[in-house]
């Protein structure tokens, strides 16, 4: 048997371009600290371009924070080495925090600490430099993001959602037409699936196509939807009793393409049967305003493959 090449994501491609480039453009301007340019790119190329400005951001900031306290406290302290260090990182992480960079903090210490153990006459060249070589590597990377297949993650998050909807008959019939408790924390971890994935939709802002505003608001609906099936699921579920199946409900189980046994649909006439024949007509209202939903966005889910 032949070996079996590995898989390579998109986004190893775009890592390796952008490194190989950051270098290149560190070589021409003759940088004496190019590893950093290699390191900015590789901080920087994100799954989704939102995630690749907030490092970006964050890389930019807390290099150009920790190279410049470390540069003024190294001359104010010249004498006095380590007390220079220990007041210039708290003066530092104060400001990170009061400018809300928090997430910086880490490395504009390292930045400062690195400056201030250079030699006094070279912290600010070592800074400059450093910051130059870093911000080649986070542009590079955040212009390879951009430029080559951005992540768009609609069709994946389009299927999970028909996932969700094909395997709600089973869960409806074992409950409804047999009387049994199925097990819900598949729906459930489904629901944290998309969840997850319409949250990182969601951050994809930059750049965006014409109507990905809409295919958002769609996607957030069909959320919603879904949610709305498993809450009555979960209701039904929770009953002690599972109630009469009314005639008018056994009729729209055609909806998930289930067909209730002759003579199991009665008129209600406990409070089992109301409740539980409110929660199932909630659960196909959902399920029909879904497949409304559903049936309306298969041309555009299409076009995002």
């Known amino acids: 048997m032949g070996r079996l090449l590995p898989h390579i994501g998109l986004r190893t491609v775009k890592t390796g371009l952008a490194v190989v480039l950051a270098l290149f453009l560190a070589d021409l ?7 950093f340019a ?11 371009v939102g995630d690749a400005f ?14 410049g306290f470390g540069a003024l406290f190294v001359n104010l302290f010249e004498g006095l080495r380590y007390v220079g260090i220990g007041l210039g990182m708290m003066a530092l992480i104060l400001l990170c925090v009061s400018l809300r960079l928090r997430f910086a903090v880490p490395l504009a210490c390292i930045v400062f600490s690195a400056v201030c153990l250079s030699p006094a006459d070279q912290a600010l060249y070592y800074g400059v430099n ?8 986070l ?19 389009v299927r999970l959602l028909r996932h969700f909807r094909q395997a709600v008959p089973a869960y409806v019939e074992e409950r409804v037409l047999h009387g049994r ?9 489904q629901l944290h699936r998309i969840a997850e994935e319409l949250a990182l939709f969601e951050k994809q802002y930059v750049l965006r196509p014409q109507g990905r505003t809409e295919q958002a608001v769609f996607l957030r609906g069909c959320e919603q939807l879904a949610r709305s099936v498993y809450q009555e ?3 039904l579920c929770a009953m002690d009793e599972r109630g009469c199946l009314s ?24 409070d089992a049967d109301v409740v539980g024949n409110y929660h199932l007509d909630n659960l196909l209202r959902a399920c029909t305003f879904f497949d409304e939903f559903d049936a309306a966005q298969q041309p555009a889910a299409g076009q995002e493959k």
Do not use: H, W
């Open 130 to 137: 450093r910051l130059l070589d870093t911000s080649i590597g």
């Open 38 to 48: 290699a390191i900015g790119a590789i901080v920087a190329m994100n799954r989704t």
């Open 233 to 235: 699921l979960a209701a």
């Open 29 to 35: 301007r003759a940088s004496p600290l190019p590893i």
């Open 181 to 189: 408790y199925p097990d819900l924390s598949p729906l459930e971890q």
């Open 139 to 157: 542009a590079t990377a955040l212009a390879v993001n951009i430029a080559l297949k951005p992540y768009n993650n609609y069709g994946q998050i």
């Open 247 to 270: 005639p008018e409900n056994a009729a729209r189980l055609a909806v998930l393409g289930l067909t209730a046994p002759e003579g199991m649909a009665v008129p209600p006439r406990r």
């Open 54 to 67: 907030e490092s970006c951001r964050t890389q930019f900031f807390g290099i150009l924070l920790g190279a």
